[in-house]
């Protein structure tokens, strides 16, 4: 395929890129302080702050679809265009599952049960740095395409495997959790909500980490 001089001075779809990670960091704030509220029974302060997840999270289906629809077929990318949008729906599925959590924590208005309280909001704190650490790892992966610099890259490296142990650390949580689930509470139904709500926080340290794999790949050498 030819490929137009005029392609060479589109601007790179990594800067969008970065918007959207940071539309997700500035989710998770959100996140915990919801979950806070929701624990701690301040159920209105929860809504305002579920609205504004949901807001960021449109922000955010914006930029992801103005990546997919306005890249230029001609452009010249440091990479393979299919694992950078694998690497963008990874990312952006982070979100989708912060907004579900919240979803599942509004099934019940009643509260999360005071028993387990406090192993919820420490599952919730564990998926944090896991999305924190992604606008850090587009921001190294924009330099590090332009420079194909070693260092950068060894810094890309660390920084993965940062996340893949964060997200292994809630990973355990979350197994821990859902033992307690089934041997503390008798009610079939709270058992089934709890369960899928640990699912979802759980799951948005699995697609912290995907994504950071994605990133693997495409600095793999």
Known sequence: MRLLISSLFFKSPFEDLQKHADKVKECTQLFREAAVCHIGKEYERF???????????????????????????????????FQFFDYLREQDKVMDEVEE???WLSYRPGGIPAELAADI???VEAVIPPIEKLPVLVTLATEYFKSKSTEQR??????????????READHLERELKF???????DALVVFHLVRLVEHIGDIADHAQNASDRMRA????
């Open 218 to 221: 495409m600095i793999a050498e």
């Open 121 to 123: 909001h420490d599952l």
């Open 180 to 186: 307690k689930i089934f041997t503390t509470i008798k």
């Open 154 to 167: 060894n810094k890309m490296k660390s920084l993965i495997r940062d996340i893949r142990q964060h997200e």
């Open 101 to 103: 959590a919240l979803f």
């Open 47 to 81: 809504d305002l702050l579920t609205d504004q997840v949901a807001r960021l999270e449109s922000q955010a289906d914006d930029i992801k679809r103005n990546i997919r629809n306005h890249l230029p077929r001609g452009i010249l990318m440091p990479v393979d265009k």
